[in-house]
């Protein structure tokens, strides 16, 4: 399997790119939009002045919780920059949601209570709601993290869109909002940290 096929067969379809899209940020934001492969792992991300995405982490199955996945987050975190990525809300009847979270739990990341997050996917044209988590060494706020996102969400998800895909997605007003007042779950609150991921 290729790297984008180990990606697509382990993300929600409603949450991939399609290759086109993911090759096109390779080759026209190279400066911005990075993949890291080897045949362990697949970490796609972008990298800004201010601030990391990660827009895809997939570690085999076979090597989970050997610390690739550790080791892949380390190295972004020495660049010394927040941290953003984007989770599905846990499901269940899905395990794999909830290691995602015990993992970057452990890994010291943070639930921004405080973004709201919601865009309708072109595959299924229906709404995904997902949950921010980011690490940041400077204690940067949620509204600093909402700017970020915003600015990610405007040159990686959405590059290209009509021309990729023949229609755009959402504009970033009606898919990211802040409200300092939020009183939502901390989706990290109450995990464990011993469990392997």
């Known amino acids: 399997m290729n790297w984008y096929e180990k990606l697509n067969k382990y993300f929600p379809v409603e949450e991939m790119k399609s290759k086109k899209h993911m090759e096109m940020l390779l080759k026209e934001k190279g400066d911005v939009y990075y993949k890291d492969e080897s045949p362990k792992h697949v970490l796609m991300y972008a990298e800004f002045?201010?601030?990391?995405f990660i827009d895809y982490l997939w570690v085999s199955a076979?090597?989970?919780?050997?610390g690739i996945g550790h080791k892949l987050i380390d190295?972004?975190?020495?660049?010394?920059?927040?941290?953003i990525l984007e989770v599905e809300p846990v499901d269940y009847e899905d395990?794999?949601?909830?290691?995602?979270?015990?993992?970057?739990?452990?890994?010291?990341?943070?639930?921004?209570?405080?973004?709201?997050y919601n865009r309708r996917s072109l595959a299924t044209n229906e709404e995904?709601?997902?949950?921010?988590?980011?690490?940041?060494?400077?204690d940067e706020t949620e509204e600093v993290i909402f700017e970020q996102m915003k600015k990610m969400y405007e040159d990686i998800h959405t590059y290209?869109?009509?021309?990729?895909?023949?229609?755009a997605y959402q504009p970033v007003d009606e898919v990211l909002s802040y409200d300092e007042d939020n009183t939502r779950d901390d989706i990290l609150e109450g995990l464990g940290t011993t469990e392997k991921a």
């Open 49 to 52: 002045d201010s601030f990391l």
């Open 62 to 66: 076979a090597t989970r919780g050997q």
């Open 75 to 83: 190295k972004l975190k020495k660049k010394n920059k927040p941290i």
């Open 95 to 116: 395990t794999d949601t909830e290691k995602r979270l015990h993992f970057y739990h452990r890994e010291g990341f943070t639930h921004a209570q405080s973004i709201g």
């Open 128 to 138: 995904t709601p997902m949950e921010i988590l980011f690490w940041s060494p400077n």
């Open 160 to 167: 290209k869109d009509k021309e990729i895909y023949g229609r």
